[in-house]
């Protein structure tokens, strides 16, 4: 299970990230249900990180405005497992989409200070 806490009217998660040769580091992530990739980091961030370009991806915005975004990857520890997952270098905060969160129950407690759990629904037979 992976648990956070609502702040600000935000359900929040902190997310492990492994570099090679580097001490596992920890980011807060904000839920955005209405963004359907794994994770967004802000330009300057993934840079500093040193995370590698993949591929650019049209995504049409929020205010129906289409844009070219840069996706790298990175790896983290999502419910105990290092996973590699998509970055997008775009915007202002951490995000974390619903890429993400396929396979798994989102629960959130909307008071704040209140409980965010992620529990996993199936697991794939190795």
């Known amino acids: 299970m992976i648990s956070g806490i609502v702040k600000n009217g935000r359900a929040t998660v902190n997310i492990i990230f492994r570099l090679t040769n580097k001490p596992d580091f920890t980011i807060e992530f904000v839920i ?4 359907t990739e794994f994770l967004s980091l802000p330009p300057a ?9 993949v591929y ?3 995504a049409n915005l929020a205010d129906n405005s289409n844009v070219i975004l840069p996706v790298h990857q990175g790896n983290i520890i999502w419910n105990g497992e290092e996973r590699e997952v998509n970055v997008l270098a ?5 995000l974390l989409g619903t890429a993400l969160l396929d ?3 989102l629960v959130i407690q909307f008071i704040e ?3 965010v759990t992620i529990d996993e629904l199936y697991r794939n037979p190795v």
């Open 90 to 94: 775009t915007g202002k905060r951490p």
């Open 103 to 105: 396979g798994y129950e």
């Open 113 to 115: 200070g209140g409980l």
């Open 32 to 35: 955005d249900t209405g963004f």
């Open 56 to 58: 650019e991806m049209y």
């Open 45 to 53: 961030a993934v840079t500093l990180l040193g995370f590698p370009f």
